[in-house]
């Protein structure tokens, strides 16, 4: 059974930092489209970054984080992480881990929340101004 598990959430200050971090199990990363989403109080699930999502080996990261935040991966350690720098109040949000196996290599899963089958729990950052 496929499972991600995600830490590293807390209430940081405008200008502040946070790493976020989702451990895989039963699954193999380098077969995964592995992936960020936020979704704060009353808006859609939305893309923050993601891995192997748009070509293998890329990363994809939204242009609201661009320069900000940074996505990575140890596939050895099945852990997916994201640095969250010069937070702002707009990042509110649960953060979410996210997957989706590639069918073929070079597969595009892309960056939808509907086109991943596997979720973790969730992760709250909080920013105050």
């Known amino acids: 059974q496929v499972r991600l598990v995600e830490t590293g959430g807390g209430l940081v200050q405008t200008g502040g930092s946070l790493r976020l971090s989702c451990i895989g199990s039963?699954?193999?990363?380098?077969?995964?489209?592995m992936g960020w989403f936020r979704q704060a109080p009353g808006k859609e699930r939305e893309v923050v970054s993601c891995i192997n999502c748009n070509a293998p080996g890329s990363t994809y990261t939204a242009d609201s984080v661009k320069g900000r935040f940074t996505i990575s991966s140890d596939n050895a350690k099945n852990t997916l992480f994201l640095q969250m720098d010069n937070l702002r109040p707009e990042d509110t949000a649960m953060y979410y881990c996210a997957a989706r196996q590639l069918t073929y290599y070079n597969e595009l899963i892309g960056t939808e929340a509907s086109r991943y089958n596997v979720w973790g729990q969730g992760t709250q950052v909080s920013v105050s101004s």
């Open positions: 039963g699954l193999r990363f380098d077969e995964y489209a």
